[in-house]
Structures are given as C-alpha cells and as structure tokens.
C-alpha cells in the first residue's frame, strides 16, 4: 500500500477560510475493492475531519455485462482526458429490439387502468 499521506498531501489557501492540509492514505486491498481515508486539517481552529471511501474497480468484461443487462450496447472505450491508461469512458447506446427495431429501455410498455374517482372519502 504504497498511497500514504507523503505521496498525496496538499495545502491550499482557500480565501476566508485560511490553510486547509489534505491527503489520502490508503487503508485496505481486497480484490477489485480499495478503501482509503481522506483526511483534512482546517488551520483556522486545528479541526480535522476524515472521509472513508471504498471502491470496487470492475472489469471490462462486467462493465460490458451490466451495460447490456440494461440493454445498452458498448459503440466506443475511450481513454480518460488527462488519465490516459488509468481511466475509461465507456460510449455506449441503447440497443434496438430484435422484434420491432426500436430502441427499448429493457421495461415492457403496459396499459395503466384508471379508476374513475368517487366523491368523498376514500
């Protein structure tokens, strides 16, 4: 784990807040799981507030499943602008349906009855 606060601290000045510190250490790998606390230190009055965040990291082969589990199909995996390598934008479209051709949202269209309304309570 090799994220610790040495490799990601930062201080900015933020303008009627004063000095604020911030980094990130990494807390835990388990798989396609990454935990990590986000720390931030307020100058002003020496207060700190933490973050915990955990991510799951997928793989192309289930971002694919799950795209086409909403019937989206993948037209286009494009690098990340600034992040070339280590993020992707994943373009993608609604796939027709095989009966009509149309685009479908994956829900079946169905009729919606409507009950006339009575006068007084319910």
Avoid: C
């Amino acid at each position: 784990m090799s994220r610790t606060r040495d490799h990601t601290y930062r201080r900015v000045v933020i303008p009627g807040a004063g000095p604020i510190e911030t980094w990130i250490d990494l807390t835990d790998v388990q798989g396609d799981l990454v935990s990590f606390r986000t720390s931030f230190v307020f100058g002003r009055d020496g207060a700190m507030l933490t973050s915990g965040s955990t991510l799951r990291f997928r793989s192309r082969g289930e971002l694919r499943g799950s795209l086409a589990a909403a019937a989206l199909t993948v037209e286009e995996i494009r690098d990340a602008p600034g992040r070339p390598g280590r993020e992707f934008v994943y373009i993608a479209r609604r796939t027709p349906s095989r009966i009509t051709g149309q685009h479908t949202t994956g829900v079946r269209d169905r009729k919606i009855l409507e009950r006339p309304r009575r006068n007084g309570p319910a």
